[in-house]
């Protein structure tokens, strides 16, 4: 009787794959989108899939993202997900943790989550940021410490995301830090716009959001610098872009919230063979 090794998981998302990795449990790769806009159609995966927006502009149809995505962003689909998620240019790239849904239901056991698509909170995207180093640096404990990465964005995830209008006051709030437009908001304002007192405002939002308004705006900032590296910006351009005193200062919040540097995060993001391209071809000038 002859045995044969289990069958490793597909990834089961199309694109140019820079890494990929796979066992009988998971698949994960690097993506950059190759199929057209009007070329997907709404579609199911039997399969849960895990994406990890870097750049690009996205549709998605998961709670919590906006109309169209320009921003870092981190969206779970739970197995069974019907959606025409895609990238509205192949200029993105992506990485997604793909796992049958045995699997998923293994890791979910006693944790309550929803079986609609949702965009994780934004103090997830640190978390997934180590899967990088996992799929560029695969070794043997890489699948334990997928599944270890991916057991801490399951508690992030609201166990029945919770849609909230136009006009309730912490979604208008929410909308203003959204805003590029103006200045960075005062707590005093931000009170205003949903007619709370100052201190109520702060624990609702932490509350609702895991974080106060502070920490959230610093961490749409960072966020935003994600994505201008990953789009081949430099540090500099990309710290006097989104407003910080200099390179060093994003150097430094950045490793802080990452735990990695700029640098580094370019090499996993981009791939080594695209950043050797982009060093060759400014040494070239």
Request: proline share 6%.
């Given at each position: 009787m002859s045995s044969h090794a289990p069958r490793a998981t597909e990834i089961g998302v199309r694109g140019l794959a820079l890494c990929q990795q796979a066992t009988h449990e998971l698949a994960i790769a690097q993506l950059r989108p190759t199929i057209p806009e009007h070329d997907i159609h709404r579609h199911q995966h039997a399969d849960m899939h895990l994406v990890l927006l870097l750049a690009g502009h996205y549709v998605s149809d998961a709670s919590g993202m906006p109309a169209v995505c320009a921003e870092p962003a981190l969206v779970l689909n739970p197995p069974g997900t019907e959606h025409r998620d895609r990238f509205r240019s192949r200029h993105g790239l992506f990485l997604t943790l793909t796992m049958p849904a045995a699997a998923y239901e293994?890791?979910?056991?006693?944790?309550?989550?929803?079986?609609?698509?949702?965009?994780?909170?934004?103090?997830?995207?640190?978390?997934?940021?180590?899967?990088?180093?996992?799929?560029?640096?695969?070794?043997?404990?890489?699948?334990?410490?997928?599944?270890s990465i991916f057991s801490e964005l399951l508690a992030d995830a609201p166990s029945k995301p919770a849609a909230m209008g136009a006009g309730h006051p912490l979604q208008r709030v929410l909308d203003r830090l959204e805003d590029d437009s103006d200045a960075p908001p005062t707590l005093k304002e931000l009170a205003a716009i949903a007619d709370f007192h100052p201190v109520y405002l702060a624990r609702a939002f932490r509350k609702r959001y895991g974080i106060a308004p502070s920490d959230y705006l610093r961490k749409r900032r960072l966020h935003k610098a994600v994505s201008l590296i990953a789009q081949r910006r430099t540090l500099s351009r990309a710290a006097s872009t989104l407003g910080f005193v200099d390179e060093s200062h994003l150097h430094r919040c950045f490793v802080a919230e990452f735990g990695m540097t700029p640098g580094a995060f370019r090499r996993l993001a981009l791939g080594r063979v695209e950043v050797s391209r982009i060093q060759d071809a400014r040494l070239a000038r």
């Amino acid at each position: 009787m002859s045995s044969h090794a289990p069958r490793a998981t597909e990834i089961g998302v199309r694109g140019l794959a820079l890494c990929q990795q796979a066992t009988h449990e998971l698949a994960i790769a690097q993506l950059r989108p190759t199929i057209p806009e009007h070329d997907i159609h709404r579609h199911q995966h039997a399969d849960m899939h895990l994406v990890l927006l870097l750049a690009g502009h996205y549709v998605s149809d998961a709670s919590g993202m906006p109309a169209v995505c320009a921003e870092p962003a981190l969206v779970l689909n739970p197995p069974g997900t019907e959606h025409r998620d895609r990238f509205r240019s192949r200029h993105g790239l992506f990485l997604t943790l793909t796992m049958p849904a045995a699997a998923y239901e293994r890791l979910c056991d006693g944790v309550r989550i929803g079986d609609k698509s949702v965009r994780l909170p934004r103090q997830s995207l640190a978390r997934s940021m180590r899967l990088l180093r996992e799929v560029w640096g695969w070794e043997s404990s890489s699948p334990l410490a997928i599944e270890s990465i991916f057991s801490e964005l399951l508690a992030d995830a609201p166990s029945k995301p919770a849609a909230m209008g136009a006009g309730h006051p912490l979604q208008r709030v929410l909308d203003r830090l959204e805003d590029d437009s103006d200045a960075p908001p005062t707590l005093k304002e931000l009170a205003a716009i949903a007619d709370f007192h100052p201190v109520y405002l702060a624990r609702a939002f932490r509350k609702r959001y895991g974080i106060a308004p502070s920490d959230y705006l610093r961490k749409r900032r960072l966020h935003k610098a994600v994505s201008l590296i990953a789009q081949r910006r430099t540090l500099s351009r990309a710290a006097s872009t989104l407003g910080f005193v200099d390179e060093s200062h994003l150097h430094r919040c950045f490793v802080a919230e990452f735990g990695m540097t700029p640098g580094a995060f370019r090499r996993l993001a981009l791939g080594r063979v695209e950043v050797s391209r982009i060093q060759d071809a400014r040494l070239a000038r």
